[in-house]
């Protein structure tokens, strides 16, 4: 039998940036580098062997050196028409290799795009294996969907290269719409729109037996996030010279920041309405006095300066589903990749065209490793139907002290689950305790949904406080509820089980969640009502208990007010209209008596009769708070016991 | 004889399943394991490098007073700075230093290149910090090049 439990990592092989991600407990997890980022920029100096962002950090020292967007010339000919332009953008040399194929030639040495790819993997790789702590021999790697076979060779030889068997090699927007579970929703035709960096890709795929078929691709290998950016540039560069007469494109320090600054304010500008552009000190005038930049972008001007570069893209999208011979609005999902799609007027237009709101939940950096790593959970066999754990989507508790609503086991927790917790009787020589099971995430326990009720019976006569019943909770695989109540003294216990806890409708679960938001105020104070109550109960309890414990040890003045005061605690919980602060008044009064009868006591050498212990009943069950009282006699206050 | 055979296939289909459930279970059981270590490592990180983020935002403003700093010949300013350096700090950011150094992409990163010794630092852009010893920014900095005119 296979016992390999080695994990498959997926891979997303980028032109600008690539990004790992792997399956964990049935969810896909991207995996951050040794820098600590989620991304590595496809970068590599193969003589000094550096790849990522330390190759990109010397870019600009070693330009012949550096090479970038390799993906550009992955299983291409010299000939072919991208690797010219490609030849024109960039600072390394490519020549022919064996059979014509593109190869870079660097301090004399000639490298394929494959063996600079494999660098990039190999990276990729080791990060991998440091955060998993295991190593790592196979993956999964997306390649665009309009790579042909020389193309998807390449990429599966820079995989073997860098150690690493590569399992399959899947279509990015497939990999997109495996990210987003698309076919367990049975969508038959999916859009994937993907603006990243530097390229633009839309492709139309379909879905039929859970195989994905791609039925057209097109889009614009050199349009992307990054010409947005140039669009603010100079933007900024004209504004400044129009205010100030001097043109910043000659000072290359200023355009730095100013690069930095308007990729800056893009990014705001799709969560603000409008952002500042903020640089002192840019430049020196004419006359030597520094000059500064100081300019607000408005989201509305950024949507004017970029929206020829919006159109741009619909045209492909247009000719792809005419080749596909769809229309737009028979599309049954459209995905969003890249992270130039973050920008709203984007997401706008796409939703605009056909007619749908887009799936974009997922990062839109990450989302085809993400999808690579899906693919490669269901290859390892660890996700064979993807198992997905349900959720408990209410809080499950039982009523206490007070008909408030205690949890054991909260809203959203994953099941199968258990919980106990101890609990005691709230009076004394209490023969029983009633369990009643409650759902839902209001405090009070009336306004919960009772999910059954039983009764453990047979408890030995006691004080309050000192029997412990422990209550468990336990979820099973499939949702059902199982409360058990066990008195740990006698070892008597009782049972029930409740069905369908879990299976309310997703209304019923908002509907509940809601009414708890809508009443969260009124709810606390009147669970502060009742926590001041019983504090004020457990107080007359202690009252009382002390006055006998004293005897004649105390002052008659003091017992006394005590009594008085006892007296007057008592009359005013009878009242059905209370405020929390008069009780705690109350309470507080009282307890102020209390501790010079305490006081006395103690200067009496000796302690009396065991500790009293818990709070006074009104219900069966009770709630231990664990509070100490903070002033220090008060009578004999034992750990538990609310005295304040 | 019929009987005998399904019976033994029954077995063999259950101990396959048997070992299929145990290898999940084995399975989430691990990277359950995994995911422990890893949040106790995230969690020492996290208290070392949690205002890594806001750290990085206040650096852009020091450079902004820095450059106020080298215009105005304000006493006041100074000694604000000094005192705000003091506090980063505190929270264990230190400068790199950089200038006169060969260049080092582990540390920082090449903007520009100018007349000057061949891969020296000849001038920092913008000044670089460690946070408690990681790389919290890398320095930006003109390299030289004998070549450059």
Redesign the interface.
């Known amino acids: 039998?296979n016992?390999k439990?080695t994990k498959i990592i997926g891979i997303d092989l980028g032109t600008t940036n690539s990004c790992v991600a792997v399956m964990?407990?049935g969810k896909p997890k991207v995996i951050p580098t040794s820098e600590g980022e989620n991304l590595i920029p496809s970068v590599v100096e193969p003589v000094k062997n550096?790849v990522g962002r330390?190759?990109k950090?010397?870019?600009?020292?070693?330009p012949e050196n550096t090479i970038y967007s390799i993906k550009r010339l992955m299983g291409r000919k010299i000939t072919d028409e991208q690797v010219e332009k490609t030849q024109k953008m960039v600072g390394y040399k490519i020549k022919a290799g064996k059979n014509d194929m593109a190869v870079v030639e660097i301090e004399g040495k000639e490298y394929t795009p494959q063996e600079i790819s494999a660098k990039i993997l190999q990276k990729a790789k080791k990060d991998a294996e440091a955060?998993?702590?295991e190593k790592i021999t196979e993956a999964v790697i997306t390649v665009p969907a309009y790579f042909n076979d020389a193309q998807r060779q390449a990429t599966k030889q820079a995989g073997e290269i860098s150690g690493l068997e590569v399992k399959r090699i899947i279509n990015e927007p497939t990999a997109s719409s495996l990210a987003y579970g698309l076919e367990k929703k049975k969508a038959e035709t999916i859009a994937v729109y993907d603006l990243g960096g530097g390229t633009f890709d839309i492709s139309i795929l379909e879905l039929g037996d859970g195989v994905y078929e791609v039925k057209a691709t097109n889009g614009d290998t050199f349009l992307g996030g990054d010409d947005f950016d140039q669009r603010v540039i100079e933007w900024i560069v004209a504004e400044f010279k129009k205010e100030n007469g001097i043109d910043l494109t000659t000072d290359?320090?200023a355009m730095?920041r100013i690069r930095d600054a308007a990729e800056k304010a893009k990014v705001e500008l799709s969560s603000s309405k409008e952002t500042e552009i903020?640089?002192?000190?840019i430049t020196q005038g004419k006359s030597g006095q520094?000059l500064h930049l100081t300019m607000k972008l408005s989201r509305a001007k950024l949507e004017e300066l970029v929206d020829d570069l919006i159109d741009k893209t619909m045209k492909p999208v247009e000719a792809c589903l005419k080749d596909a011979k769809l229309d737009p609005k028979k599309i049954d999902q459209v995905i969003l990749v890249g992270g130039q799609t973050r920008m709203p007027k984007v997401e706008e237009k796409v939703k605009q065209y056909f007619g749908k709101e887009p799936n974009k939940s997922v990062n839109p950096d990450e989302v085809v490793a993400v999808g690579a790593a899906v693919q490669a959970g269901v290859l390892a066999g660890?996700v064979k139907d993807i198992?997905l754990l349900d959720v408990t989507p209410l809080t499950l508790g039982v009523e206490t002290l007070g008909s408030v609503s205690t949890a054991l086991i909260e809203r959203n927790a994953t099941i199968p689950t258990s919980k106990s917790q101890v609990f005691s009787t709230a009076a004394d020589n209490q023969p029983q305790v009633e369990i009643n099971v409650l759902q839902g995430e209001r405090p009070m326990a009336a306004d919960n949904k009772s999910l059954g009720r039983f009764i453990l019976d047979g408890i030995p006569p006691a004080q309050r406080g000192v029997p412990q019943i422990e209550v468990s909770f336990d979820i099973d695989a499939n949702g059902i509820l199982n409360v058990t109540a066990k008195d740990k003294g006698t070892g008597k216990e009782q049972s029930i089980t409740i069905k369908g806890s879990t299976g309310l409708s997703d209304e019923e679960v908002d509907k509940m969640t809601k009414e708890a938001e809508k009443h969260a105020e009124e709810d606390k104070l009147k669970k502060e009502l009742v926590e001041a109550r019983n504090q004020a109960d457990t107080l007359v309890f202690t009252a009382e208990k002390t006055l006998k414990d004293a005897g004649d040890k105390a002052d008659k003045k003091d017992k006394d007010e005590v009594e008085e005061e006892i007296k007057r605690v008592k009359e005013l919980l009878k009242q059905e209209d209370l405020t929390k602060e008069k009780i705690e008044e109350a309470t507080k009064s009282l307890s102020e008596k209390l501790q010079k009868v305490g006081a006395a006591m103690y200067q009496e050498k000796g302690k009396e009769s065991p500790p009293a212990s818990g709070e006074n009943s009104k219900d069966k069950e009770k709630k231990k708070t664990g509070k100490k009282g903070d002033k220090e006699d008060k009578g004999k206050a034992e750990e538990g016991e609310v005295v304040e | 004889m019929i009987k005998i055979m399904t019976k033994k296939i029954k077995e063999k289909e259950f101990k396959l399943k048997v070992?299929d459930l145990t290898?999940?279970w084995?399975?989430?059981l691990?990277?359950?394991a995994?995911?422990e270590?890893?949040v106790g490592q995230e969690k020492s990180d996290f208290v070392k490098y949690a205002n890594a983020c806001l750290i990085d935002k206040l650096l852009g403003v020091l450079d902004?007073l820095e450059?106020?700093e080298?215009?105005l010949k304000s006493e006041g300013l100074s000694l604000a700075l000094s005192q705000f350096r003091s506090v980063l700090k505190t929270e264990g950011v230190e400068e790199i230093k950089v200038e006169g150094e060969n260049?080092d992409?582990?540390k920082?990163?090449?903007?520009?290149?100018v007349k000057g010794a061949k891969?020296k630092v000849i001038k920092v852009?913008q000044k670089g910090y460690f946070l408690n010893q990681k790389i919290l920014r890398?320095a930006?900095v003109k390299?030289g090049s004998p070549s450059k005119v």
């Open positions: 039998m016992n439990m964990e407990g550096l330390v190759a950090r010397q870019m600009v020292l070693n955060y998993l702590g290359k320090q730095q903020n640089q002192p000190f520094p660890d198992l | 070992e290898n999940k084995k399975r989430a691990a990277d359950y995994n995911l270590k890893r902004d450059r106020a080298a215009h260049f992409p582990e920082m990163d090449c903007s520009e290149m891969n852009v890398p930006k390299v």
